[in-house]
């Protein structure tokens, strides 16, 4: 059983477009993560959720939108993509946001040609 | 605001040698948590070792250990007898406890040769 899984794990799309990715957490846990990891393999957060709620907002476009139908369940939506969001992108949880050890999910390689 | 730093971009170890690699942060906080994660091809992100600043021991796993000096700010993780599987992008990490991200170091790519 994966621990946190992410759908799709590649997603190549033209610019402009409409995209999401979907993540999920079989670990009961409370918080969940959306990190960015750039083509110098620089590791960034985005998001953070805490029950359903945002508890961290990094400074992202608005263009991307996280979503958490419920406290398993973290979404990123991304709307008219451009080139420069071309990176690979995971989603993590923990037990809490205080919590010491965070599981990662396989991440999701976007290219935006 | 914190940062963590890793001036090592490649580093190289025999097979069956020892390595260290450096980390440095930047943090006014006196409790908190440093990591170290490792990326092997497989982009997956493992956590190898995981140290409490309120801990003067250093942490230890298996053949994975660090360094770790609080008055200086360093974070070294010495990985000993390396294997070839040990080759991997490993960060260096602190956790912010206010949301609990992680803020990441750049990275270091270590190859091991055979």
């Known amino acids: 059983d994966t621990a946190v899984s992410q759908t799709p794990k590649y997603l190549v799309t033209q610019m402009g477009n409409d995209k999401s990715i979907k993540c999920e957490q079989n670990l009961g846990h409370d918080t969940m993560y959306w990190y960015k990891q750039d083509s110098k393999k620089f590791l960034k957060i985005m998001f953070s959720?805490?029950?359903?709620?945002?508890?961290i907002n990094e400074t992202v476009p608005n263009r991307f939108s996280p979503k958490s139908p419920d406290k398993a369940h973290l979404n990123l939506h991304i709307n008219s993509l451009e080139l420069g969001d071309s990176a690979v992108y995971f989603c993590a949880s923990s037990q809490d946001s205080t919590n010491t050890e965070a599981f990662f999910g396989q991440g999701t390689r976007l290219t935006v040609v | 605001a914190q940062t963590v730093t890793q001036s090592q971009p490649e580093m190289s170890v025999q097979e069956a040698e020892t390595v260290t690699l450096s980390c440095t942060y930047d943090t006014s906080e006196s409790d908190y948590y440093l990591f170290w994660y490792k990326q092997p091809p497989s982009r997956q992100m493992i956590l190898v070792i995981r140290?409490?600043?309120?801990?003067?021991q250093n942490a230890t796993e298996n053949r994975f250990s660090v360094n770790f000096q609080k008055a200086a700010k360093s974070f070294s993780l010495k990985i000993s007898d390396s294997q070839l599987g040990d080759a991997a992008m490993y960060f260096c990490?602190?956790?912010?406890?206010?949301?609990?991200?992680?803020?990441f170091g750049q990275g270091t790519e270590l190859s091991v040769k055979p």
């Open positions: 990490a602190y956790l912010y406890n206010q949301g609990g991200k992680l803020i």
């Open positions: 140290q409490e600043a309120y801990k003067q």
């Open positions: 959720y805490n029950n359903k709620e945002l508890i």
